[in-house]
């Protein structure tokens, strides 16, 4: 069965911070994700993680860098190395990349090899402290518009031009619903490649189904893959989000 993860930046966000922490608890699940660092109260986020015997899933390097600019390269890399500090106190094996917008008038071809050289002085401090980055792509259709990733395609072949065993791809089933579809044949080809995925139902952005992908097909899947990482949940909720919750529960029984 997968593991999932409750992305405590977009559900339960009637709480105060640390109170989330909680209700990812009461509801069942395992473990949680958030966003940014920086402004968070890490020893609060400890202390509640431990009492609660929940894992901290993932959390985006910060400051996330734009590094479609290989003059940010240092920048990027000094947040990679403190978020690893941060990812240390927390017991978390996994820290989220994002590559900034595109740059206008610089060919699409320089900026994909900017990435993968800021990927590759990143991925040695990730490989030394046994931590693994995860590029993310975004869908500019809908969210976000004039980021430079958008497919996991062009992910998949940074990734590889890296070649690093601790920088892989993020892939957000939403995202990549919407701007490539043919999740399960993607996934399926790339999994090795694959440390971590995002989930929510397309459109909306809501609960699994509420909208048109099949997630009991997906997650079915991305288990008899033998993906042994976790899925996120960083979604909408339409309803109570206990309730949305047990619909998700539900839907993980019937992919078993």
């Not at 009637?14 to 109170?19: A, I, K, N, S, V």
Request: hydrophobic share 35%; with cysteine.
């Amino acid at each position: 069965m997968v593991k999932l993860s409750i992305c405590i930046e977009m559900i339960f966000r009637e709480l105060p911070f640390l109170d989330r922490i909680d209700a990812v608890s009461e509801a069942g699940f395992p473990a949680f994700e958030f966003w940014g660092w920086r402004s968070k109260d890490i020893k609060g986020i400890l202390n509640r993680k431990k009492e609660r015997g929940l894992a901290v899933s993932s959390f985006g390097v910060e400051p996330a860098g734009r590094i479609v600019d290989y003059s940010t390269k240092d920048e990027f890399v000094k947040g990679v190395k403190d978020s690893i500090n941060t990812a240390h106190k927390l017991e978390c094996t996994r820290l989220i990349v994002t590559t900034g917008n595109e740059m206008k008038n610089v060919p699409r071809e320089t900026q994909h090899e900017n990435i993968v050289r800021c990927l590759k002085e990143a991925s040695k401090h990730a490989e030394k402290a046994d931590v693994t980055l995860v590029l993310e792509p975004l869908n500019v259709l809908v969210d976000h518009k004039g980021y430079y990733l958008y497919s996991s395609s062009e992910g998949f072949e940074i990734l590889r031009k890296v070649n690093s065993p601790n920088v892989k791809l993020l892939y957000d089933i939403y995202h990549q619903q919407i701007t490539e579809g043919n999740l399960i044949d993607t996934i399926t080809r790339n999994v090795g490649l694959i440390g971590h995925f995002h989930s929510a139902d397309v459109p909306g952005r809501h609960e699994f189904g509420t909208g048109e992908i099949n997630y009991t097909n997906v997650l079915r899947k991305i288990d008899k893959l033998g993906y042994d990482g976790f899925v996120g949940l960083e979604f909408m909720p339409l309803k109570d989000p206990k309730e949305a919750l047990r619909k998700v529960k539900e839907v993980i029984e019937h992919a078993s």
